[in-house]
């Protein structure tokens, strides 16, 4: 069902028992969702993005795979559920975060940028997880667990002094942006990583000449690649 691009201020409601897979409603005008619309059991994707005033989310149905609420309202959020593969949370309010993301032990995707968040943010430790998003935000310090399945890691425009060590040990790593932030040197051990092709340093002070040393060696490796 697809009532997207319009100025719906309220979406109609479905019966429990509806056969209904995907509702995109992006770019409306909604404030709510009234809980007989997500109540449907067999509902597996959920876009709302775009809705600027849509503040809040009922409870979400067992079965859901994907939510798309970027660019919404958002300041909090019921405990999601665990069946979800992907979220999409950017340029909401979520000062504090998402805590239930750490139960989806399911997810591969997560994007948390431009919500406001600051001080420590810790990664869920979750066996699928692939690519993160948690840039634009005003994160100082981040804390990751090694990951055999991480392969982008988008930190940048944070306030970062130290990327995680923990990044060494994630050899499936692709993609790192750590731009604009306040790191003053890099983890020589990224030079490493097998799969590893992009580093994105631009915006950074490395004021140490260890700092720079250590960035020039981690690049010319990548170079060689």
């Known amino acids: 069902f697809d009532c997207g691009d319009n100025q719906l201020r309220m979406l109609p409601p479905f019966a429990p028992r509806a056969v209904l897979k995907t509702l995109l409603a992006p770019r409306n ?22 809705n ?15 939510v798309d609420a970027e660019n919404c309202g958002l300041e909090v959020l ?7 593969r992907t979220v999409c949370l ?11 993301v750490a139960q989806l032990r399911r997810l591969t995707y997560l994007d948390l940028r431009s919500n406001g968040m600051t001080g420590r943010f810790r990664v869920p ?3 699928c997880l692939s690519p993160i ?6 994160l100082r310090e981040i804390v990751l667990a ?7 890691f988008d930190v940048g ?10 990044l060494g040990l994630c050899p499936a790593l692709q993609s790192i942006d750590a731009s604009n932030n306040d790191l003053g040197e890099v983890p020589a051990c990224l030079g490493y990583l097998p799969k590893l092709h992009r580093i994105a340093l631009e915006g950074n002070p490395l004021r140490a000449a260890r700092g720079r040393t250590r960035a020039r060696a981690v690049l010319a490796v990548l170079s060689r690649e």
């Not at 997500?38 to 876009?47: C, F, G, K, M, R």
């Not at 998003?133 to 005003?138: A, E, K, P, R, V």
């Open 157 to 166: 425009s944070n306030s970062l002094k130290h990327l995680p060590a923990a």
């Open 52 to 66: 600027v005033e849509l503040q809040k989310l009922p409870r979400l149905p067992s079965g859901l795979q994907k």
């Open 78 to 84: 019921e405990p999601l559920p665990e069946e979800l």
């Open 133 to 138: 998003f948690l840039g634009h935000n005003d």
């Open 90 to 100: 950017s340029k909401n309010k979520l000062q504090d975060g998402v805590p239930s």
């Open 29 to 50: 005008r909604l404030q709510g969702l009234d809980p007989l619309v997500v109540a449907v059991a067999s509902l597996e994707t959920l876009d709302v993005g775009g």
């Open 125 to 127: 430790d979750l066996p």
């Open 146 to 152: 090694p990951s055999e399945c991480l392969a982008t």
